[in-house]
């Protein structure tokens, strides 16, 4: 069966602190990946999505980049965290196929001080 | 904007009653799927609606689709304590490989 992890569960980094936050899939090849923020009360925004290795879509421009170093391994960065990248974030995969469905990690929680 | 919108934003009900939440869209849809998030957990998909369907039963869970109005319904029967939790829907659009998600129905079951 197919499994995603993604560390750390929490982090509370200072400001202009770099970032590095991972994601892995076991079980399955060549996923869709996904980053999403979550703020507090609000819905899911899409950062970042990948198709293959070395292939990166982003939907929103930010402090934030995202890696795919190898084909089921997906990495969101920042060289310099501002107070406003605080949030909840959601790594996710999904099959390559027409539906679209996403099967989500238990996300980070990043407090940014 | 494309997003879901979910109504209400909160809902409170009792254990036995039903729950029913709703999500409207702007735009032509591929399929539309709803997910459950428990407090500081990620989510998980509950039921996927293609835009050529109706009705779709899983459960407990009750999904229509109506795309003249452009709006689907969540239905929770015989609630729980344990169905609280925030439940959102997605859109698949078509030709897109992402899903845009609306900002959710927080949802409080009490005993």
């Known amino acids: 069966s197919q499994t995603i992890h993604q560390w750390p569960a929490t982090l509370v980094q200072p400001v202009g602190s770099p970032l590095s936050l991972e994601c892995t899939v076991e079980g399955t090849s060549n996923p869709n990946l996904y980053w999403y923020r979550q703020a507090a009360g609000r819905g899911l925004q899409l950062l970042f999505y990948s198709v293959g290795i070395g292939q990166i879509s982003s939907e929103v421009p930010q402090n934030l980049s995202a890696s795919r170093p190898q084909d089921r391994q997906f990495i969101l960065s920042s060289k310099k965290l501002l107070l406003s990248d605080s949030g909840f974030y959601l790594c996710?995969?999904?099959?390559?196929?027409?539906?679209?469905?996403?099967?989500f990690g238990e996300g980070s929680r990043l407090t940014v001080l | 904007s494309q997003q879901g919108e979910e109504d209400p934003q909160a809902l409170s009900i009792q254990e036995g009653e039903n729950a029913t939440m709703n999500c409207s869209y702007k735009?032509?849809?591929?399929?539309l799927q709803w997910y459950r998030q428990n407090s500081g957990r990620g989510l998980v998909h509950l039921i996927l609606?293609?835009?050529?369907?109706r009705e779709k039963h899983s459960g407990r869970l009750r999904v229509t689709l109506d795309t003249s109005k452009k709006s689907s319904s969540l239905l929770i029967t015989a609630s729980r304590a344990a169905d609280t939790a925030s439940y959102f829907c997605a859109k698949k659009n078509s030709g897109y490989s992402t899903l845009t998600f609306g900002k959710g129905t927080m949802l409080l079951v009490s005993p």
């Open positions: 996710a995969w999904s099959v390559r196929t027409n539906t679209g469905e996403l099967f």
């Open positions: 609606i293609r835009s050529n369907e």
């Open positions: 735009t032509s849809i591929n399929n």
